[in-house]
């Protein structure tokens, strides 16, 4: 494994920003669904508290477009600036979809700004088409970016080349990719000990690799993806969804203001409907391919230190009550079958030890001929077992953290339900609704609501989050599932693998955006005080 | 490294050319953008301390500019970075090592910048005005960090000062990019143009509001920054000519000659008439016709300056005295790029420009973003 020094540090790096972009993103998709309800309310009604409302959450679409857009770039050119060897996967694997992602990104805004131009100068049905269509380019942004990080956990196209290392790695697709350059890269990497910037940042490196990808729209036909895609998209709408349903009932709490309830009734069957098909439909497809994509991320999901049955697990996962959960038992039993060595894999592709000297000479890369025997001369076994233990001890904080988001989800839906109950007249589930009310609110509506919320607004975030945290430290110890690991993807540049970069990063970003959430917060509950100055001013002109 | 024939194949070319459009284009915006920020923080301040409402509105009304150009300008920056990690992989892989620190300088400026700007517009009305004159400088200084770190690129791709540490097998230090001698021409020009443009954009806006104190404001910055421009741009030019031959040649003497006398042509053409106007205004107090058309002058001045800062150092991608580094050294050959989807995702590019062009029609021309602020 290439040098390791700092991975950690710039993992929590990126975890950071990627976390705060979440937030972002969740309110960029699921705000303009709120808004549009309101809209479509405003015009049929005509009542002037949906307008206000919407403008309201206009506003703060407005700054936290703002701060997705910049955590977007951040974790963009983060991953280019800490994680450079990515690149080689965005020159190739990703360049389609990041590329069709400017298409979304550029109308996107423009529709934004178009829709909050035009806010209150043309018809609400005008308004809700343009808000429209930014929102469906916004939801083809989150496809596109997910579908990117969907190949990291599923690489799809590459067939069994995880598996001629890792034994119990499904296939990965038909093969789309030149076998023989990935594996020669793979192992130079190992021999060298240098991270694939170093490699890749060379003139003419790009000609001397040549062509690796043969199908640039590989990413978009994996089936991990679009599951992904479906969950992601929907869990950021729910999150998105809940932050204005948190925002309005506390409103309605402290205000006791009915007004408040009349909008939170026009959008919430919106994210009524999503809470119930997210885990119910999504999640479980979403489960069936982790158990079958992400075997070991599954294992470690499960905690299955040791395979054992679980009928209920083993029908969610498999369509099959007597499947076994296969545990890491298994995958090291599978591993010790592998008898051959990494130099008789390369040799299987026709990489000789002189092909390897050759392209690692015409790459510049200065190779101990030693170091690269004893890589060669490693079983492969040995490789499948060290990467297990080096994620054996996560297993716990992943399983954890599995049934822990599971819990947060159950929260949200029973939560859902119950909210569903009191606000409007739904047979039984509105009488058990109106009991509990009267326990947990003793009688106060409006109490009840905003607890009710909350409960919904934690359990959707604790979803989220965990939910994340599982589908990341899960992929590990590779960046890309079954073939690269974090260190070989990591900057070259010393500075930026100690830990005062990173705190001093992680402080600019948690400053910036603590800074951006409290203005959304003043956004949102502050009414404009029209200054004495302006006030002053346009009297004086009119 | 080439001295000899260049060889550019029509997807090269094609990388080439993309990659030069959106440059010109987010550099158009962001000429605009940053200028017109700084203004708006100024007279922001000056109108808490002075308490003058006649000059918040003059920089509300500005700042409308800003509200709608910056995040289009932005996502530029961003079809910049991916259009180089598309078509040029390998110069981003180099970038980042050896430009850590300007970049890092430029992320960070550009995550102050965005969110300062909404924040800014947003709590207008909201926050006392001492807090809100403040996020309004640090909204306007963070925007010159971002080409304080980018223009680094720009200068090593003009002239190799830390590229060449690198190539000679050396890492350099983290800070060699700013001891470039090429580097703080280039960012003094930059600076002093964005911010003279700005001036020259606002004047043309605000000719349309029929105020002589606000054409007079923007009339102030156009000209102070144009006449320091007529020191920084010969500066720049000078160093261009003692460290990068090739594109010197190409620029006074080669195919781009034509542009580059059209740029100096219309910069006299501003001064006049920047100067006419500046005169009207301070003695007679009137607006003449001519002053709505200085931002539109500038721009074009801007465009051309750009233009032939980069395109000169074609066949190469980065210059090395009388040659370079072709464009092919940093190419993506991992894959092939299908023609069909730059053309596509070009095509929609255009028609976000319509879309973004109509928004900035009705908010800056037909009013349709008023300075009351709402409840």
Redesign the interface.
Known sequence: MAESLGVEYLLALSAIGIYFHAIFVSITLGFPLAIMALLFAYSRTGASEYMRAA?ILT?VL??N???G??????V???L??VW?GT??A???FF??P??????A???E??????F???LG?VRPMISILILGVYWVFAVYSGLLITTVNSWMNVPWGVATIPGALYPFLPEYGPLAVDAQKLVALKILLLASGLPL?DI????????V??????D?YLAFYSPYAWVSVAHNIVAALIVGLSIALLGFSYRLYKSKDVKYAQIIRVFYPILLILILIQPTIIGHYMGVNVAYYNPVKFAMMEGAYTTYHNPIIGFLAYGDPNHPIIGFDRFYASCREQTITLGELANSLGLTRENLLEISNNLGIKLDTQRLDNVLSTKVSDVCIGDLKSVESRIRAVNIAYYTKIFGGVIAFISAILLAGVMYRIPLVSSISRRLVNIIGRGDYAKSIFILTILIALGVALAAVLGWYVREVGRKPWTIYGLIYPSEVI???D??RTLEFTIF?SA??IA?NI??IY?MY??AS?????????????S??R | MSGGEVVVTPAQLLGFTVLGLAVLIHIIFVSITLGVGLITAVYRWLAYKRSDGELELFARKVFRLMIVSELFSGVWGTIITVVLVGFFPGLVALATNILFTPITIAIVSIMIRIPSIAIFWYTWGKISERAHSTIGFIMALSGFGVPLGFRTLFSELSYPHTISVFLAGNTPPLWYAYTSPLYWSLYAHTVFAVISTGGFVIASIMVLENNVRWVEIGLKYGILFLLAQLIAGPLYYLTIYSRSMYIFNNITFGPYAPLFTLKLILVLLLLALSLYSWFSVRRRKTIIGYTKYLGPIALPIVFLGEFINNAPRYPYIAVLGENGVPISAFFNFYMNIPASLVYVILGFLIFSIIVFTTAAYLALIRGFIVEKIES
Not at chain 1, 209 to 214: D, E, M, P, S, T
């Open positions: 403008r506003y407005s700054v477009f703002a701060l857009a910049i955590t977007g770039t951040l963009e050119f983060g280019v600036q450079p690149i080689a965005i020159a190739s360049l389609a990041l590329a069709l992602e400017l298409i990104f550029a109308n805004i423009a529709f934004l700004i178009l909050i131009v035009t100068r910037q890749i940042q060379t003139p003419e490196a790009s000609n690799v040549g062509i690796i990808l043969n640039p900057t070259v540049v500075y930026a990063a600019i970003i910036i800074a951006g203005a003043i956004v502050r009414h404009a005080v029209f200054t004495q100055l302006l006030e002053r001013s346009l004086g002109r």
